[in-house]
């Protein structure tokens, strides 16, 4: 089985434009993501697909692989359909750019439910942590997932999922994490796929593909990534390679 991993980059992020190329500890950010990926070691490629030349002349440069977005997309996951659709590969998996602490681990137990048993049944992975903090259960920014008795998600949404209509009993909330790993197949059928509705009106991506048919499979993860959407993102993972760096010696 051929495992690609295809790291989405856009440019224009709407809090945090060029976060992308922003320094950190005078190394881009996604520099930083790239090399996470590559060190992982679970890789037969790692690419960055991204719509911006400074972006790709970046990761060219410092001797990595990079494929130049020839339109605008409005996911991350069509821009990699794009480029997926010309490599060889069985499993597509997408880790997004602003995420320069990514590990092993998370993505070790989602490549691993394609060679588990039902896995045929599994057209896409993605991960999931346990919330628990009220705050961020009824904050839009956190999408929510709820799954069926096998771990396959029902629905995926920006209000709390499942609503405690029941006040004895405490519901189990998941947030979901945005790193996915595809069939390839099932990434070109979304891209070959309109917007539907719940993914519009929700603005989740992941709504195409339960609406599509697709099943999608959810691993639980521990995973407390640092994702750069704002410039206090930026200053907080400065001080954790701070942290980091002081641990090692």
Same mark, same amino acid.
């Given at each position: 089985?051929?495992?690609?991993? %295809?790291?989405?980059?856009?440019?224009?992020?709407?809090?945090?434009?060029?976060?992308?190329?922003?320094?950190?500890?005078?190394?881009?950010?996604?520099?930083?993501?790239?090399?996470?990926?590559?060190? +992982?070691?679970?890789?037969? @490629?790692?690419?960055?697909?991204?719509?911006?030349?400074? *972006?790709?002349? @970046?990761?060219?440069?410092?001797?990595?692989?990079?494929?130049?977005?020839?339109?605008?997309?409005?996911?991350?996951?069509?821009? *990699?359909?794009?480029?997926?659709?010309?490599?060889?590969?069985?499993?597509? %998996?997408?880790?997004?750019?602003?995420?320069?602490? +990514?590990?092993? /681990?998370?993505?070790?137990?989602?490549?691993?439910?394609?060679?588990?048993?039902?896995? @045929?049944?599994?057209?896409?992975?993605?991960? &999931?942590? @346990? &919330?628990?903090?009220?705050?961020?259960?009824?904050?839009?920014?956190?999408?929510?997932?709820?799954?069926?008795?096998?771990?396959?998600?029902?629905?995926?949404?920006?209000?709390?999922?499942?609503?405690?209509?029941?006040?004895?009993?405490?519901?189990?909330?998941?947030?979901?994490?945005?790193?996915?790993?595809?069939?390839?197949?099932?990434?070109?059928?979304?891209?070959?796929?309109?917007?539907?509705? %719940?993914?519009?009106? /929700?603005?989740? /991506?992941? %709504?195409?593909?339960?609406?599509?048919?697709?099943?999608?499979?959810?691993?639980?993860?521990?995973? &407390?990534?640092?994702? *750069?959407?704002?410039?206090?993102?930026?200053?907080?993972?400065?001080?954790?390679?701070?942290?980091?760096?002081?641990?090692?010696?």
């Amino acid at each position: 089985m051929k495992v690609l991993a %295809l790291i989405p980059a856009r440019y224009d992020a709407s809090r945090f434009p060029g976060k992308l190329m922003a320094p950190l500890r005078g190394v881009p950010v996604i520099r930083h993501t790239y090399a996470a990926v590559v060190d +992982t070691g679970l890789f037969d @490629e790692v690419m960055v697909a991204t719509d911006s030349p400074a *972006i790709y002349d @970046e990761i060219i440069r410092h001797g990595g692989r990079a494929f130049m977005s020839r339109r605008r997309h409005e996911t991350g996951s069509d821009r *990699i359909a794009e480029a997926a659709a010309s490599l060889d590969a069985d499993i597509v %998996l997408n880790v997004q750019g602003d995420e320069p602490f +990514t590990r092993r /681990e998370p993505l070790e137990k989602l490549l691993a439910v394609f060679n588990a048993p039902g896995a @045929e049944q599994i057209d896409v992975a993605s991960l &999931m942590q @346990e &919330m628990h903090r009220q705050p961020q259960i009824d904050d839009p920014n956190f999408v929510k997932v709820a799954v069926d008795g096998q771990g396959f998600a029902l629905l995926f949404s920006r209000a709390p999922i499942p609503h405690p209509f029941a006040t004895n009993i405490r519901p189990v909330y998941y947030e979901h994490i945005g790193i996915y790993a595809f069939r390839k197949q099932a990434l070109l059928d979304f891209a070959d796929t309109p917007a539907t509705p %719940l993914e519009r009106a /929700e603005k989740i /991506e992941c %709504l195409r593909y339960l609406e599509m048919g697709k099943k999608i499979k959810m691993v639980v993860t521990d995973y &407390m990534g640092v994702e *750069i959407d704002t410039p206090d993102d930026l200053h907080n993972a400065e001080k954790l390679l701070d942290n980091m760096s002081n641990s090692n010696k």
